[in-house]
């Protein structure tokens, strides 16, 4: 997002005769206020860079969901549960390919619907400027404070709209996320609640296991229905400068340019949530000024001429929050993430421990071996763990501004040309490493300087692991008197984040990996066993926390013990280089217009005021911060930490604006015709005052 800040067609236009005055002394000022307003256009390009190719277009009767990535109307995003399953297009298919999957958002498995999202970007502006030049102790030498008191209000236009299919309304079946069945009415029931940080309502179930299982809400990402709005200072700039040529006809200069942090940092809270200013940095940089009378009258009452400034400018590292995906995988951060510990170590809420799993690739569970870990009672959203605290600066900013002025008795009128562009965000971290094991393999994971990985290491350290749509329960099957009691639960290791290549990155946004339709809490199929978990191996108990000898007892896929269940061997646990480290980069074309108008109030000062407006075009690259484009050698297992793509993404815009001003000289002339607050030739009309 472009600071305000960031804006020196704001101080070139109606700057023309007031500022960078020729031989003046001792001394002048210039005071100008502006009222101004900035408002977003092509909602599609930002929903685009918010959600890549998941945005789809509805149809007018709302009886299709239409692909459109990047493309127009697409305003759509499509939610389903597991009951569907069969992709649109199939024999008998009711799945939306690009539907989010319902079962991550706590929603019941017979959900579906579709939210609409129209976002925009509208700010009040107040830029004010002083500006004194100083030929008494430099000649050319001159001080600008500047600063702009912003209100912005970011509008995602958020509504849901729930598809009525003639569904069986249910909940999910025991071993899914709980012990026991949840039924329809104790989940949410609305996207809305969950996108606005609501859980489940766990306190009524019967099952006092099940009554401990956390479901964290979505702390970061949220999207909210209403208008969320901020005021502030955005960034509270000096530039210390010298016309270093300066003649009557031209002028090049230099200046130095810092910023201090008056702007509040970014909040990770909402996806869309409102920045002002360079997001709380400070800021050092310099540049340009020049110009050139092209063409004037003989009395110089009239002129064309050429302006131009540019500044590069250096973000200063600061400590800033970020939310990520996971690579390969766009808008991970909005699914589903398991908690685990060590096998045979889970607090069991009735007393004791869980008891140990194995697995084997054969049904005798005494050839089982133990998977290290099993589920730890704990769900949360991904974004809950891939937003993360560092240092950031950034590449250089450049912001470029030229335009042509024709001024004429007090009137005056620009056209002109606004280039701006950050080249990306930098990241700074002390080099970390951290060591996993899975029961068979240890992996060591290294953090390189650029990067988030300290916090990245805290997040992960308690073995998360995707979801997906495995059952996190098994029950124990057929018992002799000193194994647990048959249908006892069982916590297990099923995990669903294995990234084997580009066709197979374990469980996405849309779908989990068994795509099992959950017709019913009470009914399991022999399909329903964790058949697609990570190196999935049948499941048994190996020992029980209340006895010395192995047990060697089956795990079953639900109480009625219909068939054994699998898990994951190994597992596949979450790190932190599978955290899609991308970062933008931003460049608009900002084309601008301004009518000036300039009276003498006086000998000494003059007021002047204009209208202006803008348009400004963001250049966006064909891809999305959120599209997991990576190359395949940074997937998880490369120990080598690197910053993924930098996105290209770019607010485009219009604007329009009201600003005046006052200019006080320091001196008192003996002319008239000297105080033409126009850019002229004024060692001409000097000496046509003296011949008077």
Same mark, same amino acid.
């Given at each position: 997002?472009?600071?305000?800040g960031?804006?020196?067609?704001?101080?070139?236009?109606g700057?023309?005769?007031h500022?960078?005055?020729?031989?003046?002394?001792?001394?002048?000022?210039?005071?100008?206020?502006?009222?101004?307003?900035?408002?977003?256009?092509?909602?599609?390009?930002?929903?685009?860079?918010?959600? &890549?190719?998941?945005?789809?277009?509805?149809?007018?009767d709302?009886?299709?969901f239409?692909?459109?990535?990047?493309?127009?109307?697409?305003?759509?995003?499509?939610?389903?549960g597991?009951d569907?399953?069969?992709?649109?297009?199939?024999?008998g298919?009711?799945?939306?390919?690009n539907?989010?999957l319902?079962?991550?958002?706590?929603? =019941?498995?017979?959900y579906?619907?579709?939210?609409?999202?129209?976002?925009?970007v509208?700010?009040?502006?107040?830029?004010?400027?002083?500006?004194?030049?100083?030929?008494? @102790?430099y000649?050319g !030498?001159?001080?600008?404070?500047?600063?702009?008191?912003?209100?912005?209000?970011?509008?995602?236009?958020?509504?849901?709209?729930?598809?009525?299919?003639?569904?069986?309304?249910?909940?999910?079946?025991?071993?899914?996320?709980?012990?026991?069945?949840?039924?329809?009415?104790?989940?949410?029931?609305?996207?809305?609640?969950?996108i606005?940080g609501?859980?489940?309502?766990?306190?009524?179930?019967s *099952?006092?296991?099940?009554?401990?299982?956390?479901?964290?809400?979505?702390?970061?990402?949220?999207?909210?229905?209403?208008?969320?709005?901020? $005021?502030?200072?955005?960034?509270l700039?000096?530039?210390?400068?010298?016309?270093?040529v300066q003649?009557s006809?031209?002028?090049l200069?230099?200046y130095?340019?810092?910023?201090?942090?008056?702007?509040?940092?970014?909040?990770?809270?909402?996806?869309?949530e409102?920045?002002?200013?360079?997001? &709380?940095?400070?800021?050092?940089?310099?540049?340009?000024v020049l110009?050139?009378?092209?063409?004037?009258?003989?009395?110089?009452?009239?002129? @064309?001429?050429?302006?131009?400034?540019?500044?590069?400018?250096?973000?200063?590292?600061?400590?800033?929050?970020r939310?990520?995906?996971?690579k390969?995988?766009? %808008?991970?951060?909005y $699914? !589903?993430?398991?908690?685990?510990?060590?096998?045979?170590?889970?607090? %069991?809420?009735?007393?004791?421990t869980?008891?140990?799993?194995?697995?084997?690739?054969?049904?005798?569970?005494?050839?089982?071996s133990?998977?290290?870990?099993?589920?730890?009672?704990?769900?949360? =959203?991904?974004?809950?763990?891939t937003?993360i605290?560092a240092?950031v600066?950034?590449?250089?900013?450049?912001?470029?501004?030229?335009m042509?002025n024709?001024?004429?008795?007090?009137?005056?009128?620009d056209?002109?040309?606004?280039?701006?562009?950050?080249? +990306?965000e930098?990241?700074?971290?002390?080099?970390?490493?951290t060591?996993?094991?899975? +029961?068979?393999t240890?992996?060591t994971?290294?953090?390189?300087?650029?990067?988030? *990985?300290?916090q990245? @290491?805290t997040n992960?350290?308690?073995?998360?692991?995707?979801k997906?749509d495995a059952?996190m329960?098994?029950?124990?099957? =057929?018992?002799?008197?000193?194994?647990?009691?048959e249908?006892?639960?069982?916590? @297990?290791?099923?995990t669903?984040?294995?990234?084997?290549?580009?066709?197979?990155? &374990?469980?996405?946004?849309?779908?989990?990996?068994?795509?099992?339709?959950?017709?019913?809490?009470?009914?399991?199929?022999?399909?329903?066993?964790?058949?697609?978990?990570?190196?999935? *191996?049948?499941?048994?108990?190996?020992s029980?926390?209340?006895?010395?000898?192995?047990? +060697?007892?089956l795990?079953?896929n639900?109480?009625?013990?219909?068939y054994?269940?699998k898990t994951?061997? =190994?597992?596949?646990?979450l790190?932190p280089?599978?955290?899609d480290?991308? $970062? $933008?980069?931003?460049m608009?074309?900002?084309?601008f217009?301004?009518?000036?108008?300039?009276?003498?109030?006086?000998?000494?000062?003059?007021?002047? &005021?204009?209208?202006?407006g803008?348009?400004e075009?963001?250049?966006n690259?064909?891809?999305s911060?959120?599209?997991?484009?990576?190359e395949?050698?940074?997937?998880? +297992?490369?120990?080598?930490?690197g910053?993924g793509e930098?996105?290209?993404?770019?607010?485009?815009?219009?604007?329009?604006?009201f600003?005046?001003?006052i200019t006080?000289?320091g001196?008192?002339p003996?002319n008239?015709?000297?105080?033409?607050p126009?850019r002229?030739?004024?060692?001409?009309?000097?000496k046509?005052a003296?011949?008077?």
């Amino acid at each position: 997002m472009r600071s305000v800040g960031w804006n020196r067609m704001r101080l070139l236009v109606g700057s023309v005769g007031h500022e960078h005055q020729y031989d003046v002394t001792p001394s002048y000022v210039v005071l100008n206020g502006t009222l101004a307003y900035n408002s977003s256009y092509k909602t599609e390009q930002i929903l685009y860079n918010l959600f &890549g190719c998941d945005m789809v277009h509805i149809t007018p009767d709302g009886s299709n969901f239409l692909q459109a990535c990047n493309g127009e109307h697409a305003h759509n995003i499509v939610i389903q549960g597991s009951d569907y399953q069969e992709v649109w297009g199939t024999c008998g298919g009711d799945r939306n390919a690009n539907a989010w999957l319902a079962d991550y958002f706590y929603l =019941p498995p017979s959900y579906q619907g579709y939210v609409t999202l129209e976002p925009q970007v509208a700010s009040w502006l107040m830029p004010l400027e002083f500006y004194i030049g100083i030929d008494s @102790l430099y000649p050319g !030498l001159y001080l600008r404070v500047y600063g702009t008191l912003t209100h912005t209000s970011w509008r995602a236009n958020f509504s849901e709209k729930l598809i009525d299919t003639n569904q069986t309304a249910h909940g999910y079946p025991a071993g899914y996320f709980s012990t026991a069945a949840i039924p329809d009415s104790n989940l949410l029931q609305t996207f809305e609640s969950y996108i606005g940080g609501s859980i489940p309502n766990t306190c009524q179930l019967s *099952n006092a296991i099940d009554k401990e299982i956390i479901f964290q809400p979505l702390n970061y990402s949220r999207i909210s229905r209403s208008t969320r709005g901020k $005021t502030a200072f955005a960034d509270l700039a000096i530039d210390l400068g010298a016309d270093i040529v300066q003649e009557s006809m031209h002028y090049l200069g230099i200046y130095l340019r810092g910023v201090a942090p008056t702007s509040p940092k970014r909040d990770p809270s909402y996806l869309f949530e409102p920045t002002i200013g360079n997001g &709380g940095h400070w800021e050092a940089g310099g540049g340009i000024v020049l110009s050139r009378i092209l063409w004037q009258t003989e009395n110089g009452e009239s002129h @064309l001429g050429f302006y131009l400034d540019g500044m590069v400018s250096y973000i200063l590292p600061s400590r800033q929050q970020r939310t990520f995906d996971l690579k390969l995988r766009p %808008n991970s951060a909005y $699914t !589903l993430a398991a908690r685990f510990e060590s096998n045979g170590q889970v607090a %069991n809420p009735e007393g004791g421990t869980f008891p140990a799993i194995g697995a084997s690739t054969s049904a005798d569970p005494d050839n089982a071996s133990s998977p290290g870990h099993q589920f730890a009672l704990e769900y949360a =959203p991904v974004a809950n763990l891939t937003t993360i605290r560092a240092n950031v600066n950034s590449d250089p900013v450049v912001d470029l501004a030229a335009m042509l002025n024709l001024s004429s008795y007090g009137w005056s009128f620009d056209l002109g040309y606004n280039f701006w562009a950050r080249f +990306g965000e930098a990241m700074i971290n002390p080099t970390l490493s951290t060591t996993t094991t899975d +029961g068979t393999t240890s992996t060591t994971s290294s953090a390189s300087n650029d990067l988030y *990985n300290a916090q990245a @290491l805290t997040n992960l350290s308690q073995q998360w692991t995707l979801k997906g749509d495995a059952r996190m329960f098994g029950f124990a099957g =057929p018992a002799t008197p000193e194994q647990p009691t048959e249908g006892t639960p069982v916590p @297990l290791s099923a995990t669903q984040g294995l990234v084997q290549d580009y066709d197979n990155i &374990g469980s996405t946004i849309q779908n989990g990996l068994n795509k099992i339709v959950l017709k019913s809490t009470t009914v399991c199929g022999e399909t329903d066993i964790n058949d697609k978990v990570d190196n999935a *191996n049948l499941a048994s108990i190996v020992s029980n926390p209340s006895e010395t000898q192995p047990v +060697g007892q089956l795990l079953m896929n639900c109480p009625a013990l219909n068939y054994q269940i699998k898990t994951s061997f =190994p597992m596949r646990q979450l790190l932190p280089d599978d955290i899609d480290f991308v $970062t $933008t980069r931003s460049m608009s074309h900002r084309f601008f217009a301004h009518i000036h108008h300039t009276r003498d109030k006086g000998d000494n000062f003059t007021v002047h &005021g204009g209208i202006g407006g803008f348009v400004e075009l963001g250049m966006n690259d064909n891809a999305s911060p959120r599209s997991g484009l990576v190359e395949m050698n940074d997937l998880a +297992g490369n120990t080598t930490f690197g910053i993924g793509e930098k996105i290209r993404v770019a607010l485009t815009q219009w604007g329009v604006w009201f600003k005046c001003g006052i200019t006080f000289n320091g001196f008192e002339p003996t002319n008239k015709e000297i105080l033409t607050p126009n850019r002229k030739n004024v060692s001409e009309a000097l000496k046509r005052a003296q011949l008077m």
